[in-house]
């Protein structure tokens, strides 16, 4: 019946409970019974109850027994360097699932093309203009793409901002950001160090 269903009918199904008006009318609602966000208010999840800031159990798997500060092997905390700004690689699409469908036309279409968004203190610094090309450059390679200037805080002085997704000849030089991204792996949960990365922002001139 599913196949047969309308939006409408979908939307009562999976969202039961929801009020879909305001959701409609606002484009977003509350979670029902959420009124009370707090969280831990009954407590936390250790034997008595409290939060612990000395913790035994992490200095017994091999960390501080405090909560420590490591500064970042790569990411550019001082501005200094051959590559003084931080990449953030986020996600910013719509339409594609990670880099899936990007190769679709009717998806990368009205996503447009890869862009880098800078604040417009370091567009400045680098005489970039919205809208025109530059490569995006570390040690691991050189991205091409779109400059995109902007006041959004999504990007504070310092940092840029290169989506993921974008890959193969969906990009100016068949390279995405991962291509630029570190490796390193992280010391809890073994995980990917991609956001600890420094790049360079440079003008295309030719």
Known sequence: PEL?????????????????????????????????VRPFVDGYPFPDGRLPLANAVLERDGHGRFPIYTPPSEGAIDGGGRYPLSLMSAKFHQRFLNASYSHLDGHVGPEGELFCELHP?????RRIKDGDLVDVVNDRGRLRAVARVSESPRVRPGLVMVPF????DRTRDGLGVNDLTNDTATDWGGGVAFYDTSVEVELVTV
Request: proline share 2%; net charge negative; charged share 35%.
């Open 4 to 36: 047969f269903a309308s939006d409408d009918e979908l939307l009562a199904t999976c969202l039961d409970g929801f009020d879909l008006d305001e959701l409609k009318t606002r484009g977003w609602t509350r979670v029902p019974g959420t009124d009370d």
């Open 121 to 125: 203190e370091d567009a400045a610094a």
């Open 165 to 168: 997704g974008w890959i193969g």
